[in-house]
């Protein structure tokens, strides 16, 4: 159950749900409509949500839900919100296309076609249609009266996943929120899962970049808490990053199999691998051998059919 201890109100207008994954509730008083940045993660998380909704805003009706990617914890809910209240669903290009055909999430992590024990609702969401796509310098407005409106900003933040966008939002009153989805990790979740998944590894930091030069009054990442100062949480994903860098430089002072790299990573970081983790960390793995690779950091070798890495010292 939520209650009103979960709604923070950010501006006039702009209010989101500390959640497991965080929710954005953009409100136009005039025409009582409620546009929503993610729909959690599935139909039972997103009943809850809609019920409080309900409550605080009678009357209202939600218009869109946004999603900034197709990741299930995210856009879990749209099958559910879309039949019950008709709303549209805004996203961009090609999180659209994965949220359409969600088996790609489970066969991308998987490198094939999937066992069937991660066909499960933490990978793959009810299939569902974008209404409109978001892209990065297409500015959308909500008119609440003459001179007063509310500025939408899909802003690109790949890396996390193929396409993902953070949402900022400029209220009437001037207070700007960016919702920032998966492209960053609030402070608690850094320090619980150090390791954070990702699918592009450069693309990663490049967005962590990205956003320290925007200048928001409140940050908002899906896990974690709002941040009115970005620049510590930044650093702190971005050492995040360049100590697993690190750790698998040292690991690779000796070839070893993308096996043997991902068993050595889960110790040092004491993880218990289960399926969930052997695919989601040997997926994000990849991605980190990938970037070290093009960095001219490391190397590999198919030797007797087995592939191994090896570090390059210079
Ligand atoms: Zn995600």
Redesign the pocket.
């Known amino acids: 159950m939520i209650n009103d201890e979960f709604l923070i109100k950010l501006s006039q207008h702009i209010y989101y749900i500390k959640y497991p994954t965080n929710i954005g509730i953009i409100e136009n008083p005039i025409k009582k409509e409620l546009y929503l940045i993610e729909t959690a993660n599935d139909e039972e998380s997103i009943k809850i949500i809609f019920d409080f909704l309900n409550k605080k805003f009678p009357n209202y009706k939600i218009k869109v839900a946004i999603n900034t ?1 197709s ?1 299930a ?2 856009c879990g809910g749209n099958d559910y919100l879309t039949k019950t209240t008709n709303c549209e669903i805004w996203t961009s290009k090609l999180e659209s296309a994965m949220m359409e055909y969600p088996l790609i999430e489970t066969n991308l992590i998987w490198g094939g076609t999937p066992i069937h024990d991660l066909k499960t609702k933490y990978f793959v969401a009810k299939s569902c249609k974008a209404d409109k796509i978001l892209e990065e310098g297409k500015t959308e407005i909500i008119n609440l009266n003459e001179n007063s409106f509310i500025k939408i900003e899909p802003i690109s933040l790949k890396g ?2 193929i396409d993902q966008i953070g949402i900022l939002i400029t209220d009437t009153d001037e207070k700007i929120s960016f919702f920032l ?2 492209a960053i990790s609030g402070r608690n979740v850094i320090r619980k899962y150090w390791i954070q ?1 990702l699918l592009d590894e450069q693309q990663t930091k490049d967005s962590l970049m990205k956003i320290s030069s925007i200048k928001a009054d409140f940050y908002v990442p899906a896990h974690g808490n709002l941040v009115t100062d970005i620049e510590g949480l930044v650093e702190l994903n971005l050492i995040a990053l360049l100590e697993t860098e690190n750790l698998i430089l040292h690991i690779l002072k000796t070839p070893k199999t993308t096996e043997q790299i991902l068993k050595e990573v889960a110790d040092v970081n004491g993880i218990k691998l289960r399926i969930a983790q052997y695919v989601l960390i040997g997926s994000t793995l990849h991605s980190y051998l990938t970037s070290l690779y093009e960095q001219e950091k490391i190397t590999f070798n198919i030797e007797e059919n087995i592939m191994k890495w090896q570090r390059i010292d210079n």
């Open positions: 990617h990741h914890d995210h996390h996943y989805g998966d998944y």
